[in-house]
């Protein structure tokens, strides 16, 4: 399967822990996103990298949440002293980075903080 | 502040009906509107569309959008209990950086 990858798929965690979620783009995209997508709503962006730069937050990125890309290829997502506000679907999708290029997204990780 | 409209919010057709969603949007130096189909996982991409009445087509599926009116409609002809789903529409602005801004969807439920 060559499509973008995230793992684990579920999360279950207690308030207060930290989680670290991991996402796969495809091979040759060099773009990579961060969405939130909580029930009923549509995604929300959260942040972008061009290859290991992080280049853009919204401002739904807390000082909790943080983002990396070390190399360019995968990216890691992780929520510190985690909230029950933070349980939600969150989403990486990945594009080729051309001015009007698609963004494909992943399967999502599912957290539930209790 | 960027926003995209989608309408019904939720929508329930019998198999073979012909549907039609809209996505309206407001958004500043507005690149492309994009239609996503969503069904238990991640959004799947179906049209990508950047300029005015020209429509796209993919099977029973097609779109076009409308700049002036800023607007966009799916449309799905003889639709089947597969095409149950949430259909999101989203938008590529230049005021967004590339980030993009989606709408709630509208989910559609096609019995049999």
């Known amino acids: 399967d060559t499509g973008v990858s995230q793992n684990p798929r579920h999360k279950i965690t207690k308030r207060g822990q930290n989680v670290t979620f991991r996402c796969d783009p495809i091979?040759?995209?060099?773009?990579l996103y961060w969405y939130r997508q909580t029930l009923g709503q549509g995604p929300e962006f959260l942040t972008y990298f061009q290859n290991e730069a992080q280049l853009e937050k919204s401002r739904l990125l807390s000082d909790r949440f943080s983002a990396e890309r070390p190399k360019g290829s995968f990216s890691t997502l992780e929520i510190q002293r985690t909230e029950q506000g933070d349980s939600a679907m969150y989403l990486c999708a990945s594009s080729f980075g051309l001015a009007t290029d698609t963004q494909y997204f992943g399967p999502g990780t599912r957290l539930t903080v209790l | 502040e960027d926003k995209v409209v989608q309408s019904p919010l939720s929508l329930v057709v019998h198999e073979g009906d012909t549907v039609t969603l809209n996505c309206s949007y407001e958004v500043t130096n507005f690149r492309s509107l994009l239609w996503y189909k969503q069904e238990k996982k991640a959004p799947t991409f179906l049209f990508m569309l950047t300029s005015s009445g020209i429509e796209k087509k993919s099977g029973r599926l097609s779109s076009i959008l409308d700049k002036k009116e800023l607007s966009s409609i799916l449309n799905i002809t003889a639709t089947q209990t597969g095409d149950s789903a949430i259909y999101l529409c989203a938008v590529d602005s230049d005021q967004a950086g590339t980030a993009l801004i989606f709408g709630k969807g509208t989910t559609l439920s096609v019995s049999s």
């Open positions: 091979s040759e995209h060099n773009r």
